[in-house]
């Protein structure tokens, strides 16, 4: 007599456990791939790893990585990285404008005025620079528009009002933020019509040229301080009256060469020889004729206005 034996289910238990494992398995492969991003595997090319990069990464903890998007040839393209020249130049520039800054409230100001001439000169160059270099970039475009709020829109204000507005109170308060308010609003509207303006002009007084003329006056009033204790209230007004009509017209419409394209054509002859006759008078006295060439130039955006209006 055989005695019945209950079924055993261990084979079927252990089957069982082996599905729930794979089906675990299957179902955490998902995020481990998508947290995983950052390693790239051997059969995605770069740019398709940068666009996987770029929409799975959450940019969580510690991270010094930049990645940025646009579109070239009607195609999206993701990149990491910065370049190196450029964007160093344009870091020089910052500091010119932060040194500018710490002189002017220490009352060094020709040494303030120099600092703003040197960003000037770095900002015309790391724009080249990449150019060049075929190495342009949204985070370089952005990057130089932040360095030019400083070193054009905040550090001429500090300079002039610490030189010649703070004795007139809040009227100098206002007259100096005016100045950097027209400077922001300068560079924010060059950013959103890049590439739809024509690159032969700019719309409005560009910030650098500006910052110069606001930093020419006052190493001009350094030079020339006979005025101090004759005239200091009427030099005060003008002074504040001058940072307010160079802050408009930034943010004006009229349009001024921009000479971007200046270096690709031949000239008469005879323009090299007026241009080493103006370099010759100007190092006469070169805050005066800087000073005298940014107002003939900023005159003439507002004459060749007026005449293509008439």
Known sequence: MTTEQP???????????????NLNDGLSKEPLLQDSAATQP???DEHEFNIRLADNDNYDGLTFEVIEAEVAEGKRVVSR???????LITTLSLLSGFFSILASTQGEFYKASLAIFLSAILDGADGRVARMLNAQSPFGEQYDSLADMLAFGVAPAILIYSFALEPLGR??????FVFTACGAFRLARFNVQIGEV????????????????????VMVAVDHNEWVGQYDTLVMMLFAAWVVICGLLMVSNVKYYSFKEFDKKKVPFVVLIVGVLIMSIALYDIPVGILAIGI???LSGIFTTLKSKM
């Open 198 to 217: 024509d690159k032969k002009y700019f719309v409005g007084l560009a910030s650098p040229l500006a910052a110069i003329l606001v930093t020419a006056a």
């Open 42 to 44: 051997p059969f995605v």
């Open 81 to 87: 990285g910065v370049y190196l020249a450029p964007n």
């Open 296 to 298: 003939i130039y900023a």
């Open 171 to 176: 009227i100098g308060i206002g007259c100096a």
């Open 7 to 21: 079924p055993n289910n261990s084979n079927s238990l252990n089957k069982n456990r082996s599905e729930d494992n």
